[in-house]
């Protein structure tokens, strides 16, 4: 009831990040349903309907990144003063917010269901009633426990995730507890940058080799065929996107440090200096939106316009998508929290208003620069080897 | 009423403010003259904040007037009254707000930098403030490796950096040890009175009071001649007797 209490309270935009959970939490739903309508609809056709199944792991493991970002960034799960008075401490606060991503989890696969039964012809009275009967296997008896099973995948595996993340710390004995005024200390250098980089040439050559040999059409095509390749292709392509995601850190942190060399003045030093305290918060998002955003440009250039987009392809790679960026959107803003004491202070310095605009245009600025050409060239290669035949 | 005598640098007539409908002020008049050390005291919730947050254009006043040099600074917009803020006023907290990212001495070079001096010149003078305040040795560390005492001297070397025409401290000793304490006060007072700075220091502490020129008290937003408290005035969290 508390969770509940608090979340009628909050801002509107923290509202519509916990609808957005809920809306990425529906589209992962529906797609997994959409695998049962089809295995039920196909039952000769075993391994089409794995291999769907198999492919909503990606919206799934993008929707559980993103619900585990907004969980990080509620302000209603934060230790704060007025409910720490009353003895909440932050083993409850886990808890709290275990319960907002579990509701408004469920909540969005409780859509997808209606919708699924809806489109299935189930559920009559509205437009579009029945009209993917047939795609979705009607006239077959829904099994219930199938149905359960996948509708909570997403569910559990947000709330797990967003617990575990935000689990309480138990300090060393004998170690220092700073005071909460106290400034913090620097956060660790990300040393993630040499292990993401040769995962990424690992991943691109793995790709190399394997597209040299691959027979056009074997492996695990995509549900909409949007590229058919091989299984090492793929996996390649999932160690250079891990490879991103673990350089993503690392590369933030060494643009704060060029963004803050030699003699800077105060927007570059205070530039310089937040992206590198920021690296770790910022750089994972951005590189697994570097990771997709590569992603969507080889297949851009692997379609040929001939083969045609399912309507399913299009929501999971919009779902994919779409969390990469609103992860990307929420680690800024809990970035943006985090300082919100530097920024007081500079105000109170008298800091004119542009030069702290100034200043998160040229993080924004120096990031789209390293990143940018970073992911063209990441697509590019990996299109590469597959379009040379 | 009176003229305001001509070598008062910043005065305010008749101050009124309130607090979420709680009366901070009440009809508080006075003029600080330059080059004065003016200390306001009072108890706790008396008002002193409230009012260096006034004269130093944080708050504009509900009623009332300020001015400085002739200026009148309840009347400026909040762009003037940032640009007024950051020129002419120096501002020390309570608690020493750094910023945690950056070094002691770029914390002190931070107000030079904001009126657009070079990095090179903004380290000289920052590590001669540095010097003067006995914590040169500590420039290049971060605020979080410095202990309580150094960081609030840290905040005072760069309030007084940029040379400020006022220098507002805000019950600057308030969370340090005794010995702490004096000493900090006393590098205050020295550079203010070296530098020709004017000081409005806002104290609980009679020690603290007797160092200044002047004394101002407040009791409960009005202005008091006599504070009817035994001489060493209520310390924080003091003892009160309930009967119930």
């Given amino acids: ?389 | 009423m009176v003229a305001p005598p001509d070598n008062d640098v910043l005065w305010a007539r008749t101050l009124h403010f309130s607090r979420g409908g709680t009366p901070a002020l009440t009809g508080v008049s006075v003029g600080v003259r330059e080059r004065e050390i003016l200390a306001v005291g009072g108890p706790r919730g008396s008002g002193k904040t409230t009012l260096l947050q006034c004269l130093s254009g944080q708050l504009v006043p509900q009623q009332g007037e300020v001015w400085f040099n002739s200026t009148p600074v309840h009347t400026m917009g909040p762009l003037v009254r940032e640009r007024l803020r950051r020129d002419k006023f120096g501002w020390i907290d309570p608690q020493p707000r750094l910023v945690p990212e950056l070094t002691a001495w770029e914390n002190t070079a931070l107000p030079l930098m904001l009126h657009g001096a070079g990095n090179r010149a903004a380290r000289k003078v920052a590590l001669e403030w540095l010097d003067r305040l006995d914590i040169g040795a500590c420039a290049r560390k971060r605020p979080y490796a410095l202990t309580h005492a150094e960081r609030q001297r840290v905040a005072i070397a760069r309030a007084l950096v940029a040379g400020p025409t006022v220098l507002f401290a805000d019950e600057p000793t308030a969370p340090l040890h005794r010995a702490d304490r004096a000493h900090v006060l006393r590098t205050l007072t020295t550079a203010a009175r070296s530098h020709g700075i004017t000081v409005v220091l806002a104290t609980h502490d009679a020690d603290v009071a007797a160092l200044a020129d002047r004394t101002v008290s407040l009791l409960d937003g009005r202005r008091v001649h006599t504070v009817p408290l035994p001489a060493d005035a209520e310390p924080e969290g003091a003892a009160c007797s309930l009967s119930v």
């Fill in chain 1, 1 to 389: 009831m508390l969770a509940l209490r608090l979340a009628r309270g909050t801002h509107p935009l923290v509202l519509l990040r916990r609808l957005a959970v809920a809306a990425a939490s529906a589209g992962t739903g529906f797609l997994l349903l959409c695998a049962l309508g089809y295995a039920l609809g196909h039952p000769q056709a075993a391994g089409p309907a794995v291999l769907r199944l198999a492919w909503c792991v990606l919206p799934i493991a993008a929707t559980v990144h993103f619900a585990v970002a907004v969980a990080r960034t509620d302000p209603a799960t934060r230790p704060r003063a007025a409910l720490s008075a009353v003895g909440l401490g932050p083993g409850r606060m886990m808890l709290l917010s275990a319960i907002s991503t579990a509701v408004s989890c469920t909540l969005g696969s409780m859509l997808a269901l209606l919708f699924f039964l809806h489109l299935r012809g189930d559920i009559s009275g509205l437009p579009l009633d029945g009209a993917a009967a047939q795609l979705l296997g009607s006239g077959q008896p829904l099994p219930v426990a199938g149905v359960c099973t996948l509708l909570l995948v997403v569910p559990t595996a947000a709330t797990l995730a967003g617990a575990l993340t935000l689990r309480p710390r138990t300090l060393k004995p004998g170690a220092e507890q700073p005071a909460p005024e106290d400034p913090a200390p620097p956060a660790p250098t990300p040393g993630g940058l040499p292990w993401g980089v040769a995962l990424m040439a690992m991943g691109l050559a793995v790709e190399t080799y394997a597209a040299r040999g691959a027979a056009a059409g074997g492996g695990l095509p995509l549900p909409g065929r949007l590229a058919s390749s091989s299984a090492a292709i793929l996996g390649g392509w999932a160690v250079t996107a891990v490879g991103l995601a673990l350089a993503g850190p690392g590369l933030t942190y060494l643009c704060g440090k060029l963004l803050q060399a030699a003699r800077p003045g105060a927007a570059r030093l205070l530039a310089g200096r937040a992206l590198q305290e920021e690296a770790r918060r910022i750089g994972r998002p951005l590189g697994v939106v570097c990771a997709v955003s590569s992603g969507a440009l080889a297949a851009l250039a692997l379609s040929t316009g001939a083969a045609r987009i399912g309507p399913l392809t299009v929501l999971g790679s919009a779902l994919v998508g779409g969390c990469a960026v609103l992860t990307l959107a929420t680690a800024a803003v809990e970035a943006r929290q985090s300082r919100a004491d530097t920024t007081a202070t500079l105000v109170k310095l008298g800091a004119p208003a542009s030069l702290l605009r100034g200043a998160a245009g040229l993080r924004a600025a120096a990031l789209l620069v390293v990143f940018g050409p970073l992911t063209w060239l990441i697509g590019t290669l990996a299109a590469t080897p597959l379009t040379g035949h």
